[in-house]
């Protein structure tokens, strides 16, 4: 049985970092894509970054290129999300995907098997 789980949520200032983890059993991250979505109030699950099981060429989003980073460890099959320069617009809860096709990412969120139960993240202004 697959379980993920998300942690480093948190309050922050507009301008600061937070690191986000995922944590996985049930599955090796070495062989899965992975993405990590947001979704605000309102707003429809949107992918923030994604990649395939190399992690050669990673997606970002527009609206966090250049501030967020997705990568893993896979001795500890963890992904994680590091993001910098907090807007307040980045306030959601933010989730973690992995799914078995690994040779390409994707950015819809349909196409992911697996999914943790997300964890807040809020920037303050």
């Known amino acids: 049985q697959v379980h993920m789980a998300e942690s480093g949520g948190g309050l922050v200032q507009a301008g600061g970092s937070l690191s986000l983890s995922c944590v996985a059993s049930?599955?090796?991250?070495?062989?899965?894509?992975v993405g990590w979505f947001r979704q605000a109030p309102g707003k429809e699950r949107e992918c923030v970054a994604a990649?395939?099981?190399?992690?050669?060429?990673?997606y970002y989003g527009d609206h966090v290129k250049g501030r967020f980073t997705i990568s893993r460890d896979h001795a500890k099959n963890t992904v994680y999300l590091q993001m910098n320069s907090l807007k307040p617009e980045d306030t959601a809860v933010y989730y973690c995907?992995?799914?078995?096709?690994?040779?390409?990412?994707?950015?819809?969120?349909?196409?992911?098997?697996?999914w943790g139960q997300g964890t807040q993240v809020t920037v303050s202004s």
């Open positions: 995907a992995a799914r078995e096709y690994r040779y390409s990412f994707t950015y819809f969120a349909s196409e992911y098997e697996y």
């Open positions: 049930g599955l090796s991250f070495s062989t899965y894509g």
């Open positions: 990649e395939d099981w190399s992690g050669s060429s990673p």
